[in-house]
């Protein structure tokens, strides 16, 4: 038996007892508590990176401005169900400054994280027209969408864009739109999990194509600004976040507040819906909803009747934050960029310890160094890499579940790791390496 950092008995004995069937289909969930549950009974602490949670601090704008709102009473009073007013407006700045588009205020509406955003979009996008019945995933991609899509009884497709970068996309995107059953594409970009940023060629094709085929692009900006390679930081000033909205009117901007501004705990997000598609009339939706016109199903019937907005609170809290912003006083870019500098520490680690990068170019350009990056392990399967680092003390999830077709590989997310455990980390990747020459 090879000596690893954490005892092979324990990890084989929870293994056994947590009953995982293959490791390889485990949930993001499912692989946290595992390795909680080994940490514990081994009393050895993970290099934890299966799990995307911010690992910086929430800005202190955003915290005392809930408090304030707080103390004045708010959390009596039920919050408008398509947002604050100010928030609103402070949303079509953001997009306005950071993106270079132009969304009207009303079509801006705060949610329950974007998990919620996305959920309203396949809801009522979905069921705009019957013939429309399938959402198409750009993948690889974040497993969550996927469940909403099954749990409300639509139809998916997905593919891998590995083989389909730059202009070669048009051509697969086209063949899966040409057969007119497809309601909404969502991908995310940057990408989770890949980190692969769409170039402006790329969002061109599908903003064009999606205008062409009338069909409705989700661009999930989870990870809004985070390509730092570019610096995009400046409200106001070139460059701008690349969007597909600069190509087509068929557009929804489903951007995060857990990542970029470190908010998760709170549970918001921002729903920007392009001016067209939200004043736009479908007989299809008076099956579902007693009005046709999407965003009053957005709003008044789907957001009421799932979550009715998020905390008036937090509400107060973003809207503060975005006008710091927006004004130019608080730069959410700088505090982020932590993020880069960790991947690029932790990346060399790996391939100097015989790991090699899946995911790895922008066509022509390396990949970027953000919250996330996808390894493989020459001659290993990602079930079997997965299971064999932790005996090693590191975690990370498989790529598998992300409708990825590199199935040898595995996501590894940078924002738990702390700068202290660099040396543990460098240690267990050595040991690794030691134990699995290649
Ligand atoms: C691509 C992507 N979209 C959406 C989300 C969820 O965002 P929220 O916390 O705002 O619901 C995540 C979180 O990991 C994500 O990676």
Redesign the pocket.
């Known amino acids: 038996m090879k000596n690893t950092p954490i005892n092979s008995e324990i990890v084989d004995k929870i293994l056994k007892e947590i009953g995982l069937k293959q490791i390889g289909k485990a949930s993001i969930r499912e692989i946290k508590r595992l390795i909680n549950w080994i940490e514990e009974e081994s009393g050895e602490k993970f290099i934890r990176m299966e799990m ?1 949670i911010p690992g910086l601090p929430a800005p202190k704008i955003a915290i005392e401005a809930e408090k304030a709102a707080l103390d004045a009473g708010v959390a009596a009073l039920y919050p408008d169900l398509d947002g604050l007013p100010i928030l609103k407006k402070e949303i079509a700045r953001f997009i306005f400054n950071y993106l270079n588009v132009e969304v009207a205020p009303l079509c801006c509406i705060p949610t329950v ?4 955003a ?1 959920y309203a979009i396949f809801m009522v996008v979905g069921r705009m027209n019957p013939k429309k019945d399938t959402v198409l995933f750009i993948d690889p ?2 497993p ?2 996927k469940q909403l899509v099954k749990m409300l009884g639509l139809k998916q497709e997905n593919f891998d864009v590995y083989n389909h970068r730059g202009r070669k996309l048009k051509e697969k995107l086209e063949s899966c739109l040409e057969k007119g059953n497809i309601s909404t594409i969502l991908y ?1 970009n940057p990408n ?1 999990p890949s980190w692969i940023c769409f170039t402006a060629e790329e969002l061109k094709i599908i903003g064009e194509l999606a205008t062409k085929y009338d069909v409705v692009v989700a661009e ?1 900006l ?2 809004f600004a985070m390509d730092f390679r570019q610096d995009l930081s400046k409200p106001g000033v070139p460059p701008f976040q690349p969007t597909v909205a600069s190509y087509t009117k068929n557009f929804v901007l ?1 951007i ?4 970029a501004f470190s908010y ?1 705990g709170q ?3 921002m729903l920007a819906v392009s001016d067209l598609l939200f004043g736009l009339e479908q007989k299809g939706l008076l099956n579902y909803y007693s009005y046709s016109s999407v965003g009053h199903c957005l709003v008044h019937g789907t957001i009421y009747s799932t979550t009715a907005g998020p905390s008036h609170s937090a509400q107060y809290g973003i809207a503060a934050l975005l006008k710091a912003i927006n004004d130019g006083t608080y730069d959410f870019v700088k505090e982020i960029r932590e993020y880069g500098e960790r991947a690029k520490i932790v990346k060399k680690m790996f391939l100097d310890n015989g790991f090699r990068i899946v995911y790895d170019t922008d066509i022509d350009q390396p990949i970027a160094d953000g919250f996330y990056f996808t390894i493989y392990y020459p001659g290993y399967t990602g079930e079997y890499l997965l299971k064999e680092l932790l005996y090693y003390g590191i975690s990370a999830i498989s790529l598998s579940i992300t409708g990825s077709e590199r199935a040898e590989g595995l996501r590894a997310c940078v924002s738990l790791i702390q700068r202290n455990q660099f040396e543990m980390l460098e240690e267990r990747l050595q040991c690794f390496h030691e134990n699995h020459p290649n």
Do not use: E, M
């Open positions: 995307g994280g974007s998990i919620n996305a991609g974040f969550v969408h995310s989770n999930d989870a990870y489903l995060s507040a857990s990542k998760a549970r918001i997000a």
